[in-house]
């Protein structure tokens, strides 16, 4: 539907129709709508009507037939069941929607919408978003009831938000010079000081320089300046994105309600399904088996030797506590834990890792490999610093040196099932599991020659938590790392599930984490911001419970599809029954 750009905030007024509505236009609309009884005794009205007058239609013919009276013969009373068996017919046919009937007897001219105030004025006017709510608190986007004379308007009907009105020549001038090219996009925060105007006045030029309407891309409630300068530059607005709780997960002999932000049906249900399985069977337990960020920054020699001399160096036990204090320089937080190196020819890969408390760490490990890398310029002064990231890291790629060495957080969580649980949550049995976490997380994925893929949907789990908490999503690529192993144990009777994840790389400081509604959900898990008591238990328990989700997630997809379910349940959960073609015409 194409938007119309308006400078009224005056509210959306009661709308009424001009002329009747026409059926053919409105697929909400019934023929029955047209009648002033209430549908049920309408129906019961032409119901009775229909069978009683075939009944006595029937018996007159009878007795016509056995007096050898001629059919043709009729007195008033049977022409007035027979005015009436063609009236409850037409109803009764209309009522099951047959179009043609529909469009010969109840169709009227075209439908025009007007307002109660400005009836030369055709365009639905849409309502400003005026909410003045701190940014993360919930939003109530639903619409004021209408009065009772107003008419339902259609599920699809979209209200799109106002454009962006200039409120000032001041900023009309500013739009010109931006859509003129004098004024960078990019410098309105700094020359205004005010970044959601910065962000009202970037918007408009946008939309006429592009040509395209941005309303229904929201700009109201967003704390602009909490994004400014780490979170996301050149602002327009931002994008929503719904919010499922899955859970009680019980971990460690802890509950917790696990936000999920997602667009895709039935996976918050399903993880949900999973957590039920687990709370049922006694909990699971999860291990933190490791905790280090890595950066490894690619240097260049005039020859091999250098580069191995180098290598030696870095790895020498003896080296690493002077190695150390120079990187620990970068943060209170950080402290290196070791050094891998790799050579290719005369180019040498420095894999370092260190602890980086409860931030994700990136900058905090950068900051310190930078320290070193001034630091051996000393004695190396032939090295040459071709980046600070050589991708032996490796960040936002699928590598074996992750999957193997791990990168973050390192985490197993297991489970054991009870049998009946299987039975009666999940809705399959022990052996199918058992064989079915074979054939395909594993022999499926190695079939496929997948890089740390052996499990069924750790990702989609990931990504929603991820993207609740403030994580970065694109770290989903190795923190989705996980084999999925299940087992028949108490003489086949109880289900042992885990999932191992060697590369869970979250924090709850810095980034999207400070974001008041990603804050909020990192608060429902209670690790919110750095821990006060020890430095990094709120990542390491945040890294713990993305296992125990993502243990919920694969127990329960794993069992619709043991017992045929996933089709099943797609259709009847992630299927609008809306027409969406319509929605935009």
């Known amino acids: ?42 129906n019961a009205v032409f119901f009775t ?76 006017l849409c309502k400003e978003d005026a909410r003045k709510v701190p940014c993360g608190q919930a939003l109530d986007c639903s619409l004021p009831p209408l009065p009772a004379q107003a008419p339902i308007e259609s599920a699809q009907k979209v209200f799109e938000e106002k454009a962006v009105t200039v409120l000032t020549e001041e900023d009309e001038e500013i739009i010109k ?7 960078p996009s990019y410098s309105l925060e700094s020359k205004l000081g005010d970044c959601k105007r910065a962000a009202a006045i970037r918007r408009e030029a946008l939309q006429r320089l592009t040509g395209k309407s941005l309303a229904g891309l929201p700009l109201e409630g967003l704390d602009y300046e909490s994004i400014l300068g780490q979170c996301c530059e050149m602002p327009i607005g931002y994008v929503q994105i719904p919010v499922g709780i899955a859970g009680p997960l019980l971990l ?93 020819g005369k180019n040498l890969y420095m894999r370092f890792t260190c602890s980086t408390g409860d931030a994700m760490g990136m900058n905090m490990v950068s900051k310190g490999v930078q320290n070193v890398l001034d630091f051996l310029q000393t004695d190396f002064s032939d090295m040459d610093v071709l980046g600070i990231s050589g991708n032996f890291c490796s960040d936002k790629k699928p590598a074996a040196v992750n999957w193997i060495e791990g990168r973050g957080k390192s985490v197993v969580c297991e489970a054991i099932i009870k049998g009946d649980v299987v039975r009666k949550v999940l809705k399959t049995s022990v052996e199918s ?55 028949a144990v108490n003489d086949g009777k109880d289900l042992h599930v885990s999932v191992t994840m060697p590369s869970i790389e979250v924090g ?23 821990s006060k008591e020890v430095p990094g238990a709120n990542s390491r328990t945040l890294a713990t419970i993305v296992a125990g989700a993502v243990l919920a997630g694969e127990l329960s997809l794993m069992s619709a599809l043991a017992a045929g379910q996933l089709v099943k349940s797609h ?10 073609s319509k929605a935009s015409s």
């Open 1 to 42: 539907m194409e938007s119309t750009r308006l400078s009224s905030t005056k509210p959306v007024q009661a709308l009424k129709p001009k002329k009747t509505v026409s059926f053919d236009e409105d697929p909400m609309t019934k023929v029955s709508d047209a009648l002033p009884l209430p549908l049920y005794l309408t």
């Open 49 to 124: 009507l229909f069978f009683s007058v075939v009944y006595f239609l029937l018996s007159s013919w009878r007795e016509k037939i056995r007096t050898s009276t001629p059919l043709h013969a009729v007195n008033s009373s049977e022409i007035v069941a027979i005015l009436a068996f063609f009236a409850s017919c037409i109803y009764l046919m209309a009522f099951f929607g047959i179009d043609f009937v529909q469009s010969l007897v109840f169709r009227p001219s075209p439908d025009v919408w007007i307002s109660d105030d400005e009836e030369e004025n055709e365009v639905l």
């Open 177 to 183: 010079s931006v859509v003129a090219g004098t004024t």
């Open 252 to 344: 460690n002999g802890r509950e917790f309600s696990v936000p999920m932000a997602t667009t895709e049906g039935c996976l918050v249900a399903s993880t949900n399904r999973g957590c039920k399985a687990i709370h049922l069977s006694g909990g699971a337990t999860s291990v933190l088996l490791k905790d280090g960020m890595t950066r490894a920054p690619v240097v260049r020699f005039s020859t091999a030797k250098r580069a191995a001399d180098l290598k030696l160096y870095l790895e020498e036990p003896n080296n690493f506590e002077t190695l150390s204090v120079v990187f620990n320089r970068s943060s209170r937080f950080g402290r290196l834990q070791g050094i891998k190196c790799a050579i290719a």
């Open 433 to 487: 599991l058992v064989e079915l976490n074979m054939l395909k997380n594993l022999t499926g994925s190695a079939m496929a020659g997948v890089l740390g893929g052996f499990n069924a949907h750790a990702s989609n789990i990931v990504s929603a938590v991820y993207i609740a908490t403030g994580q970065d999503p694109a770290q989903n690529v190795e923190s989705s790392h996980c084999i999925t192993m299940m087992e």
């Open 508 to 530: 709850t400081v810095g980034g999207g984490t400070q974001l008041a509604s990603q804050s909020a959900c990192l608060n429902l898990l209670g690790v919110k911001g750095a």
């Open 571 to 580: 259709m009847k959960y992630n299927r609008s029954n809306k027409d969406v």
